[in-house]
């Protein structure tokens, strides 16, 4: 067995009710100015306005969060609040508001902008400002992993910060929070999760902890997320969402993803999708390219799930039918043509595609990119 790390920096309350317990840390570390990040309607929903009329200490609010978001934003929020002496930046809601208050945290307490921190024009900072999430989807596991995704709009380019500075120090994940989730975001943030599971167990940098954390993802995402298609508001399959996508992000800041993420990254840059759209959109293609060169973790993933084929073989073709009907059962069957994709946009999204492409267990070759992308059209 090789060497490998266990945890991760950030201290993780789990479960309903967990919010509550955020006025406590409050208190032991006598901060008084809270700059919370969330959108308008998040922070009039019910849990949140609730929330955040508790807390023990002055609250400005930042409500111009993006779907994708964009750096020059996060550098407006920073040059606007960081003469104000903000004690913690709170980010409430999905991956895009976790990342922003992520990136401000960041630039709350960096000399250089987040533009050029993000353009490696300038060293990552090693300290931040103390930083909680509250993740309201399960999810894109942000509030465990080390990074945070921005668009670079002057250049068209979809990347980040990351390292272990670009994690929180609290996240308070309480399913309660999802309940009224819409059915459309529980499910494309809910497959997020089985990609995230799925990339960190094929991932070259996979350790048997990690494998141990997304074999329990995986087989959460199978069994609960169509519950949730017919049956919104159980809670008890919103709790076992949340902790797949919990789990699913640590592995994200100890394993890493496979090539999907690295190929939806330009792919949300040009069309300013929903990032789990354009993963369901390349993952047929990326799975048949990957199937033989990860056959038996392929098939270790369909025993997890419950297939008995008797060889490995069958049991990945399995598994890959089973990615491909859940993909349908909770409507989420896509092509890049949805999105305005040609295949001659799709060729010139070739030379886009960037970070660890040796992570993949498969053929990352330009070609191979090519081929992926054009068979997902
Ligand atoms: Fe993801």
Redesign the pocket.
């Known amino acids: 067995m090789t060497d490998f790390n266990i945890g991760i920096p950030t201290q993780i309350a789990f479960g309903s009710g967990s919010l509550s317990r955020f006025a406590s840390v409050c208190e032991e570390h006598a901060w008084n100015k809270a700059l919370v990040i969330a959108s308008a309607s998040m922070s009039q929903r019910d849990f949140a306005a609730a929330f955040l009329d508790r807390l023990p200490l002055e609250v400005q609010i930042w409500t111009n969060v993006e779907s994708n978001p964009r750096v020059g934003t996060v550098d407006a929020c920073v040059a606007e609040y960081r003469a104000q002496g903000i004690d913690v930046v709170i980010g409430i809601g999905g ?1 895009s508001a976790m990342d922003q208050a992520k990136a401000t945290a960041v630039g709350l307490r960096a000399g250089p902008s987040v533009t050029s921190l993000m353009r490696g024009e300038a060293p990552m900072p090693t300290t931040k400002a103390p930083l909680a999430l509250v993740p309201t989807t399960s999810g ?2 942000s509030e465990a992993s080390w990074g945070a995704i921005l668009t670079d709009c002057e250049r068209g380019e979809k990347g980040g910060l990351r390292g272990r500075v670009v994690s929180a120090d609290y996240a308070f994940v309480d399913p309660s929070c999802t309940i009224d989730l819409p059915e459309s975001i529980t499910m494309t943030t809910g497959f ?1 999760v089985l ?2 599971a799925l ?1 960190t167990f094929l991932s070259k940098k996979r350790s048997p902890y990690t494998t141990m954390l997304s074999r329990r993802s995986m087989q959460s995402v199978f069994r609960y997320l169509p519950v949730l298609k017919s049956s919104p508001r159980d809670l008890g399959a919103r709790t076992e969402m949340a902790f797949a996508s919990t789990l699913a992000g640590i592995n ?1 800041a100890l394993s890493s ?1 496979c090539l ?2 690295r190929l ?1 990254y330009p792919l949300g840059a040009l069309t300013d999708t929903p ?2 759209e354009g ?1 369901a959109a390349l993952y047929p293609s990326w799975l048949a390219s990957t199937l033989p060169y990860a056959t038996a973790d392929l098939a270790e993933c369909a025993r997890w799930i419950g297939g008995t084929a008797s060889s490995d073989r069958e049991l990945a073709d399995w598994f890959v039918e089973q990615v491909g009907a859940l993909i349908g059962s909770i409507g989420m069957l896509r092509r890049l043509s949805d999105f305005g994709i040609d295949e001659a946009t799709a060729e010139k999204l070739v030379s886009q595609v960037s970070g660890a492409l040796d992570n993949d267990p498969g053929d990352a070759s330009p070609e191979a990119l090519r081929r992926i992308y054009l068979q997902s059209v």
Do not use: C, K, N
């Open positions: 991956g894109t596991g997020d990609t995230h990339e994200l993803t999907p993420h939806q990032h789990a993963l």
